[in-house]
Every structure is written in structure tokens, then in C-alpha cells.
């Protein structure tokens, strides 16, 4: 059987020459005689090989169990109280006295002030700075351990300081 080789040239489609370039003879290919294997000998190899054991399946993993949001809301300012300082007497960083009364406030606030009367506050410690009192100041970023008042003696004048605090919120300390 003889055939004839093709050419390709770039950008051309394979076509068949016209020319015989050489001839191929070609022959069919016959595969190896394999004998058919009996089923006896199969088994007598299957004897001879020992048995596998399947490795353990892992364990399945449990899902992580789902969180549910939860929504806690603050009571804030539950209770206040007004404390009324007399600023006739000269003070240097006299305590209000919160921490014997138990409370960690929420909030200040400078309720009232005589007029033309100052002092000034430090919060929670007196190495913080004095804050000058203004009535209707605020203060409600901080917890407020305890308020320390520094003030001249001033004739006739005081202030009312108010605290807010949440006695439900608990507080763990270091």
C-alpha cells in the first residue's frame, strides 16, 4: 500500500501534493498472543495477596454552633444625686465622697452656681487636670470615681453638683 506524504507551508491549509515525494509501505500491526488466564490461578493469587483494611473514615466536624446576636441595652443614669457644696469654705482637693457612698457615676453635671462664684474639679484622681465649674457643665465620657473640688473661700456663694449612676452595671476590676 503506498500513500503520499503532505506538505504545509505556513498560513496553508494542508493539501496533497501532486508530486510523490516517497512511498510508505505500511503494515497492519498485530498484537501478542495473550492465552486467556484461568479463573483458578486469579484465586489462587488473590489467596496470596493478604487483605487491605480501608483506613478509618475521619470524623465528621461538627459545625460551629450559631451564635445568636444579643442585644443588651444600658439603663443609664438610674439614680442621681445632688450634692451641695458651701464655697465659702477653701478647699485643695477635697474629695466629694463618692467612693464611701459606693458610686461610680455616669455623669456630672454642675446643676447650679452663684454667680461671679468659681472652683475648679479634677476626675477620679488629683494627679488629672482641673476642669474650671461652669454651671451647666457636663461631664458623661468618663466612670467618675470620685470628684476632687478645689476652690478660694467666697462669701455667700456655693454649687450644686449632680451624679448620675447606674447601680446595675457591674464593674470588674483588674
Aim: overall charge neutral; glycine content about 4%; hydrophobic content about 40%.
Amino acid at each position: 500500500m503506498s500513500k503520499t506524504k503532505r506538505l504545509q507551508y505556513p498560513g496553508e491549509i494542508c493539501r496533497p501534493t501532486e508530486k510523490i515525494i516517497e512511498k510508505i509501505e505500511v503494515e497492519l500491526f498485530h498484537p501478542p498472543y495473550v492465552p486467556p488466564v484461568e479463573l483458578s490461578a486469579v484465586q489462587e493469587l488473590a489467596k496470596l495477596i493478604k487483605p487491605m483494611k480501608a483506613p478509618p473514615l475521619p470524623r465528621p466536624i461538627a459545625p460551629p454552633p450559631e451564635i445568636s446576636p444579643l442585644l443588651v441595652q444600658e439603663i443609664k443614669n438610674k439614680l442621681y444625686k445632688n450634692i451641695t457644696l458651701d464655697l465659702s469654705v477653701a478647699r485643695t482637693d477635697v474629695p466629694l465622697g463618692l467612693r464611701d457612698m459606693g458610686i461610680v457615676a455616669d455623669a456630672l453635671t454642675i446643676v447650679s452656681l452663684t454667680v461671679g462664684a468659681t472652683f475648679t474639679y479634677k476626675l477620679n484622681s488629683t494627679s488629672n487636670d482641673a476642669t474650671p465649674g461652669s454651671q451647666g457643665l457636663s461631664d458623661t465620657e468618663f466612670e467618675i470615681e470620685e470628684v476632687y473640688i478645689t476652690n478660694a473661700a467666697q462669701a455667700g456663694a456655693s454649687t450644686i453638683i449632680r451624679v448620675n449612676w447606674n447601680p446595675f452595671l457591674v464593674r470588674l476590676k483588674p
